[in-house]
């Protein structure tokens, strides 16, 4: 499987990882028959539940970007280092964030955030390069 095949994967179980992680999270502190009503109610204020919830809504934000453009460029078969790379950046800004949100590091998260940020074009342009339309 290629790299770039790997960062999606990657992406996808980062995804899963967050919503379990949250969930988990939300029994403990709103309890098991939160999680298995109709939630009707709010659930109980927490700072860090609340990170979690935006970290997931990050990383489905993330899964929506990368995902058609690795789509695309498996499609095309276009890779070079300008896919390669990107697509281990994003594998570690992927495997980082989460935690790193989580717990509250915000300038580490936020540069685990940038990592994806910046690789996202760079890959895109590498994919656009790899078709012989670049200048």
């Known amino acids: 499987m290629s790299i770039e095949l790997w960062s999606v994967f990657v992406t996808g179980i980062m995804m899963w990882v967050s919503i379990a992680v949250q969930q988990f999270q939300l029994d403990i ?15 109980p204020d927490s700072a860090v539940q609340d990170r979690m919830m935006r970290a997931v ?3 489905a934000d993330v899964a929506a ?6 789509v695309v460029q498996q499609f095309l078969d276009v890779s070079s280092a300008l ?19 989580a717990i509250g590091a915000v300038p580490f998260r936020s540069l685990s955030w940038g990592l994806f940020f910046a690789a996202a074009p760079v890959f895109a342009y590498g994919v656009y390069s790899g078709l012989g339309a670049a200048p």
């Not at 939160?34 to 709010?42: C, E, F, H």
């Not at 970007?65 to 690795?70: G, S």
């Not at 790379?85 to 594998?91: K, L, N, T, Y």
């Open 29 to 43: 502190k709103a309890g098991i028959g939160y999680a298995l009503s109709n939630r009707d109610t709010a659930a």
């Open 65 to 70: 970007v990368w995902i058609p453009l690795v």
């Open 57 to 59: 809504r990050n990383q």
């Open 83 to 101: 896919t390669y790379w990107p697509a281990v950046a994003v594998i570690v800004s992927r495997l980082l964030y989460f935690p790193l949100y």
